[in-house]
């Protein structure tokens, strides 16, 4: 199965769409984004290692994490607008404590479509305040970042599918 990472930022938009299907069930994938002990394992690029702040997964909910490397630390937070259990999306905003004020919060959408043989496609659409907004998200890293995670999340939902 492929699992390619695919990430589309066409030149003069303000959006970005992530796609990364995985071997395991929506169910699980949803758990894995939902469950603050579980997105830890994962969430990032492999050389930080991430705390919760505060994590309320649900429909008017808020979440903090703190990633941190060495003596570097990097916090992130949101709104969670909207969590479907029953049509596995998340809708919420994302904002990197880095840069002040509110041009680099984004809006994301998070879908989970359902594919043959138990597997999951996992979609993420956001919407940023500007392209310039849009141009520094792609330009920090994160595509290393979402690879080296979603990989981890690869071993972590064979584990949880294996019981272990």
Not at 4 to 11: D, N
Not at 45 to 57: A, H, Q, R, S, V
Not at 145 to 154: E, H, T
């Amino acid at each position: 199965m492929n699992k390619e990472l695919t990430i589309l930022a066409k030149p003069g938009s303000q959006e970005v769409f992530i796609s990364r299907a995985f071997d395991a069930p929506r169910a699980l994938v949803f758990q894995a984004h939902t469950d603050p002990d579980l997105i830890v394992q994962f969430l990032g690029p492999d050389d930080l290692e991430t705390k919760i702040d505060y994590w309320e997964m649900k429909s008017g909910g808020q979440y903090r994490y703190v990633s941190s490397r060495g003596n570097q630390s990097f916090g992130f937070h949101g709104v969670i607008h909207e969590v479907n259990s029953v049509e596995f999306y998340i809708t919420q905003t994302f904002q990197f404590e880095g840069i002040p004020g509110n041009e680099n919060v984004s809006l994301d959408f998070l879908m989970l479509e359902e594919l043959p043989g138990d597997r999951t496609l996992l979609k993420i659409h956001s919407i940023l305040p500007s392209v310039m907004a849009r141009d520094m998200m792609i330009q920090s890293g994160m595509e290393k970042g979402i690879s080296q995670g979603y990989a981890r999340l690869d071993t972590l939902l064979s584990d949880l599918k294996n019981g272990s």
